[in-house]
């Protein structure tokens, strides 16, 4: 069935640091790929997403590629920031979105 | 333009209850999905609205059930509360048929605690 692995947490980082999360998919078809976050004692907020092969999404100095020949979707940002703390959920989407656990960022001072 | 929202916030009932959770969707959308998350996991899809039918549903057991109004409101009622119902419930609106098709927006959800 349709699945995404994502890189585990918890990553804590220094404010200004370089961030990588890695999230690789597996889907029969061609699903739509996504980055959701979630703050504390919130729902989930769209950060970005991509809907074909080569397709860059950006939002908020957050990037990631639609990469089909490695099947991966990398969310990456050049220098993050305190208020970037949250989980980040990597998730592809065939009608219903299927989710990975979850990645847990802390960026300090 | 208003977002998903989710009523109640916050929720408790014991072993054997049943519940109702509300969701009003985005303006514009006419698909409404529902997720469940457990402390410290993503999200699992319960099932999906679309003309006030169901429109997919995941590996949840039928008492976990579901309806969509003619405005593209909708509620999910479980019955015969388990313990393991204790989850963050996420509702989500979509606009099928359009070029936004698959992007899913999420209201704040509704904290379910099963006693």
């Known amino acids: 069935g349709d699945s995404v692995t994502q890189m585990e947490g918890p990553v804590t980082l220094s404010e200004e640091a370089f961030l990588t999360i890695n999230c690789t998919y597996t889907?029969?078809?061609?699903?739509?790929l996504f980055w959701y976050v979630q703050y504390p004692g919130e729902g989930l907020q769209l950060l970005l997403k991509?809907?074909?092969?080569?397709d860059k999404g950006s939002n908020k100095g957050f990037e990631a590629t639609y990469r089909k020949e490695t099947t991966s979707f990398h969310l990456e940002k050049g220098s993050v920031q305190v208020s970037d703390s949250a989980v980040y959920f990597c998730?592809?989407?065939?009608?219903?979105?299927?989710f990975g656990a979850g990645t847990t960022v802390t960026v300090r001072a | 333009e208003t977002g998903v929202t989710q009523s109640p916030t916050h929720l408790i009932k014991t072993r054997g209850q049943q519940v109702t959770l509300r969701c009003s969707s985005q303006?514009?959308?006419?698909?409404v999905s529902w997720y469940q998350q457990a402390l410290g996991q993503g999200p699992q899809f319960i099932f999906q609205?679309?003309?006030?039918?169901?429109?997919g549903r995941g590996n949840f057991p039928p008492r976990f059930s579901g309806l969509q109004f003619p405005n593209y409101s909708s509620e999910l009622n479980v019955n015969a509360l388990e313990l393991d119902d204790s989850a963050l419930y996420l509702c989500?609106?979509?606009?099928?048929?359009?070029?936004?098709?698959?992007?899913?927006?999420f209201g704040p959800g509704t904290r379910l605690t099963v006693l």
């Open positions: 989500a609106s979509s606009s099928y048929g359009t070029s936004e098709t698959d992007t899913q927006y």
């Open positions: 889907a029969t078809g061609y699903p739509s």
């Open positions: 991509a809907t074909k092969a080569d």
């Open positions: 998730a592809l989407s065939l009608y219903k979105l299927s």
């Open positions: 303006s514009g959308h006419n698909t």
């Open positions: 609205y679309y003309r006030e039918e169901e429109n």
